[in-house]
Every structure is written in C-alpha cells, then in structure tokens.
C-alpha cells in the first residue's frame, strides 16, 4: 500500500507543476498587479516595482521566481490589504476545512443510510418520497436555501419568543479556531452546516442507491440468496462494501471541489473561508492572493484525488495495488 501510495505521489506531481504554471501564465495574462499604482503621477515607482517583483521578464522565469519563493513561504504581499498572503490563506483555509468536515461527514452519512434503505426497498411509497425529495434538493440553490434557513431557524424564533439573540447564528464564524468546540462553536456552524450537508445529500443518495442497486443486482447476491442466506447480511456484508467503493470515490472528488468552492454559502452567512476570500480577491485585482489560492486548491483536488484512489484500493480488492 505504502509504494501504491508514493507511486501515485509521484504521478500528481508533474500534474501539479503543470496546473500550477497554467494558472500562473492565466492570471498574469488577465490581472496586472500594478493597476493601482499605474494610476499614480510616479511612472518612477511603477517601474522600480516592476523591477522588484521581476515583472520585466519572461512568463517563465517570473513563474520559477514565483514558486521558489512559494515554497520556502514567501507568497507575498495582498495589495488589498497589505498584509502577508500565507496567514491569510492559512486562516481561511482553516474555517473553510471546519465547515468541508462536519457538512461532508454529515451528508455521507445520511446519503449513504438513504441509499441503502431505497435500494433494499426498490418502488416502495418511502423510495418515490426520498426520490422526490432529493430532486427538490438538488433543484433548490445554495444562496436560495441559506437565506430561508436563516429566516425559519434565526429570524423568526427570534421574533416569535421574543429572545435576546437567535438560538442559531448566522453572521459569521467569530469564535471558530478562537474559543474551541464547544456550544457557541456548533452554534454558529448550524446553519452553513446544515445548507451543505442538503445539497450534498441530495446529490450523493441517488449515487448511493444507485450504486446499492448495482451491487444487490450481482451474480454474487443472488448466489448467498439462493444459498439462504439472511437478506441483512447480504445488504450489509456483502452489498454494502461493493457499493462503498464508488461512493468513497464520489464524496472525496466532491470534496476536492469544495475546499475552493464554497462561494455561495460562505458569502452568506459571512464565512470568512477560502470562497470569499477568492471572491474578494478577483474583484480587488490581488494577483498575489489569487496565484498561491489556486496552487493552495489544486493541492487539495490531487490529495483528494489521491485519498480516493487508496480509498478505492482498500475497499475493493480487485484493484491491484502496484
């Protein structure tokens, strides 16, 4: 397992290398990193800044200079802010794992029990009722869910009972990474929590059942069920493990993508994680936010992209480790 581990290591990275340098050839090609200080009278300053940030050359040895600061940690100066660029990515990227665990742990587990119990019982009144409630899931947008959820569960028993401040928060996570886990930590979680987790329900039931449904259509099921054997240990034993593999795949793949793509929500409920600070980054123009942002998250896409491949080694053993 170990060299299946390092062998695909090593395949990711020239896949890094080359997504890193693309997203640095893009963004050059689209910001101008001196923007703000062409509009100043002193073309002296604009070119002494030209020169120190090596402006004057070639994409490719501005890229080399780039990453060989990137990785002994110098990801430079934010011009919207002027503060360093790794605390901020550091930080954000903090709040924004803390809402990827708990939304995806709690949506792989729901997902999963809802595809299990609609495969066992294919057709029945409960199948059409979690079928049509996972369409109403994935048809109802994030930004849509967030503001009807901060109204039913914070505005309004606020309003109704009169209370001096909303059972749930949602104007951002002050006390996350500060006070630790505790009630006021799940308090402000609730919400974004909960508007994740709907939406990847939605979406990861249906592959699950899906996905039950093939394994309980095997060759293999039918033999233990011509041999007599309990219909529970078929589902759980036997189905279960084939039908865990794709879905381990599917909810590591989709968590690569939210690590960068939270936008919606974390704007919201004024999240301060990876998605709004990309967001306020592309609309200031922050080169030097936006280039380590994009190398941070496709880091995160090949560790995830690697986690499921292991993932999908373990759990099913016709794939040869070598």
């Known amino acids: 397992m170990l060299r299946y581990t390092l062998r695909r290591l090593a395949y990711s990275l020239p896949v890094l290398v ?23 009278t002193d073309p002296g300053a604009v070119r002494r800044q030209t020169e120190l940030l090596g402006l004057d050359r070639s994409v490719p040895e501005q890229y080399l200079l780039w990453m060989k600061a990137f990785v002994t940690g110098d990801w430079g100066t934010s011009t919207r802010t002027s503060g360093s660029v790794m605390p901020m990515i550091g930080s954000a ?8 665990f708990w939304g995806v742990l709690f949506a792989a587990v729901i997902a ?16 059409y009722v979690l079928t049509g409630l996972s369409y109403v899931g994935i048809a109802m947008p994030a930004f849509w869910l967030g503001l009807v959820l901060i109204q039913v569960l914070a505005v309004w028993p606020r309003q109704q ?46 592959f699950s059942r899906a996905s039950m449904l ?5 060759d293999y099921v039918r033999t233990a069920r011509a041999k007599g054997v309990p219909r529970r240990r078929i589902l759980f034993r036997h189905a279960l493990r ?13 968590a690569a993508v939210l690590v960068g793509g939270l936008v919606v929500t974390e704007q919201i409920y004024a999240i301060p994680g990876m998605g709004r600070l990309f967001l306020s980054s592309i609309l200031a123009g922050d080169v030097f936010v936006l ?3 994009m190398l941070v998250v496709a880091v995160a896409v090949i560790a995830f992209n690697l ?5 999908y080694a373990l759990l099913d053993p016709r794939v040869a480790l070598r």
């Open 18 to 40: 080359i997504a890193s340098y693309i997203l640095f050839w893009a963004v050059r090609a689209t910001f101008d990193p001196l923007a703000k200080l062409r509009q100043s």
């Open 93 to 100: 990227l903090e709040v924004t794992l803390q809402l990827m």
């Open 112 to 127: 999963l029990a809802i595809g299990i119990y609609s495969a066992a019982r294919q057709y029945s009144a409960g199948d």
């Open 161 to 206: 009972f009169g209370l001096s401040e909303p059972p749930l928060y949602f104007v951002g996570l002050h006390s996350v990474g500060e006070s630790g886990i505790n009630l006021d930590y799940f308090r402000h979680l609730a919400l974004p929590v909960v508007t994740l987790t709907i939406g990847l329900v939605a979406s990861w039931s249906r």
């Open 214 to 218: 093939e394994a309980l259509g095997s």
């Open 242 to 254: 084939n039908a865990l593999a794709p879905f381990v795949t599917v909810v590591a793949l989709d």
């Open 291 to 293: 280039i380590p942002w």
């Open 307 to 311: 986690l499921a491949d292991v993932a």
